[in-house]
């Protein structure tokens, strides 16, 4: 339970991968506080972590609104005291041609997924340098290196995370915070007994991931003896990005 007593904060808890990692840093001890934009996901998040025997807490948060960031973090420091770890994993996606993608949607996209990361981390800071430092990891994606049509926004968002938590590795050593990132591959977050033998036998690991592999990773990037870790982007694919493909 090395967690025990530490406030883990992740954004976009409500599901998916977000959920698996607030269940993750639950089951280890932490305090988790769920900041999710939709209620209803962020309620039933912290009724199951509650549930299960852990100690969480959602609070509604838009990330796209930098006031709302700043306030929040505010609270939870007046709240819980501190905060010693931030997830930032809230998203969204797109798939749109360049021609019709307009600007109000890559705005969005941009705002949630990237600028929000910077918001949100500088505001946990301000709050981690006043309790010893801290550890923040970023998700990011291995789209942020390879793409399939019609994924512009979301690209240049991710890729712009990767680029953003070596700065902010940087900008943050001096007051003992960590940054770093993981860009998963393929984490099926739907129903994993539907996936097809197909979809795991093209992993080079054999299996399609869950968000329980993200989670770990997030546990390993934030334990106390990784402290010799930051500014890295850790690539969490199965072995897909290392796998040549050729037409048959």
């Not at 932490?30 to 996901?41: K, Y």
């Not at 299960?52 to 709240?79: C, H, N, T, W």
């Not at 770093?180 to 099926?188: D, L, V």
Request: aromatic letters at 8%; charged letters at 25%.
């Amino acid at each position: 339970m090395e967690y025990k007593g530490k406030v883990a904060l992740i954004t976009g808890a409500g599901r998916g991968i977000g959920r698996g990692i607030a269940q993750m840093y639950a089951s280890q001890g932490a305090t988790v506080i769920i900041a999710e934009q939709n209620t209803e996901d962020g309620r039933k998040a912290e009724t199951e972590l509650r549930l299960s025997g852990g100690r969480a807490y959602f609070y509604p948060l838009d990330v796209r609104q930098p006031q709302a960031i700043s306030s929040f973090m505010v609270d939870v420091e007046k709240q819980y005291g501190r905060i010693d770890i931030l997830v930032n994993n809230a998203g969204v996606s797109r798939w749109k041609s360049p021609y019709e993608l307009t600007v109000e949607e890559w705005d969005d996209i941009v705002h949630t997924n990237l600028r929000s990361v910077f918001l949100c981390s500088r505001e946990a800071a301000k709050v981690m340098r006043c309790h010893g430092g801290g550890a923040i990891v970023n998700i990011a994606s291995t789209r942020a290196i390879m793409s399939e049509p019609d994924s512009e926004a979301y690209a240049a968002s991710k890729g712009g995370i990767v680029a953003l938590t070596h700065a902010l590795a940087l900008s943050f050593s001096a007051d003992k915070i960590r940054v770093n990132a993981i860009s998963p591959g393929w984490i099926e977050t739907g129903d994993y007994d539907e996936l097809r033998p197909i979809d795991h036998a093209q992993h080079p690991a054999g299996r399609v991931g869950t968000p329980e592999d993200v989670a770990r990773a997030c546990l390993f990037f934030t334990a106390e003896g990784n402290d010799f870790i930051t500014g890295t982007n850790l690539i969490l694919d199965g072995g897909m990005t290392r796998k040549m493909i050729y037409e048959p």
